[in-house]
Nanobody
Framework: QVQLVESGGGLVQAGGSLRLSCVAS????????MRWYRQAPGYQRELVAS???????NYAGSVKGRFTISGDNAKNTVYLQMNSLAPEDTAVYYC???????????????WGQGTQVTVSS
């Protein structure tokens, strides 16, 4: 079993910055895929950014150039640096990992608990 714990959300003015963190603990051989999703009230959960073991990154068009995803494999942690925040970025942000377990080698999906990001105008 793997647990993901998020932190870093809060209230910020438009144009401001915030950095989200997500750390995983448990039986982990490697984390093959790390992603950030977000969900605003009344909207579908959407993929914001992702990063693979190779370091390849992808971003939603709405955040490209403003957000940066990065990982610290030694600490089983993924970050989302959010700059030039706008009210449209207001949502609950969730981290998501695909974890290959140390025992058995199978891969499983895990979600963080979510952290609220609110951007005021």
């Amino acid at each position: 079993q793997v647990q993901l714990v998020e932190s870093g959300g809060g209230l910020v003015q438009a144009g401001g910055s915030l950095r989200l963190s997500c750390v995983a603990s448990g039986s982990i051989f490697r984390i093959n895929d790390m992603r950030w999703y977000r969900q605003a009230p009344g909207y579908q959960r959407e993929l914001v950014a992702s990063i693979t073991l190779s370091g390849s990154t992808n971003y939603a068009g709405s955040v490209k150039g403003r957000f940066t995803i990065s990982g610290d494999n030694a600490k089983n942690t993924v970050y989302l640096q959010m700059n030039s925040l706008a009210p449209e970025d207001t949502a609950v942000y969730y981290c998501y990992y695909i974890v290959q377990h140390e025992v058995g080698g199978g891969s499983f999906q895990y979600w963080g608990q979510g952290t609220q990001v609110t951007v005021s105008s």
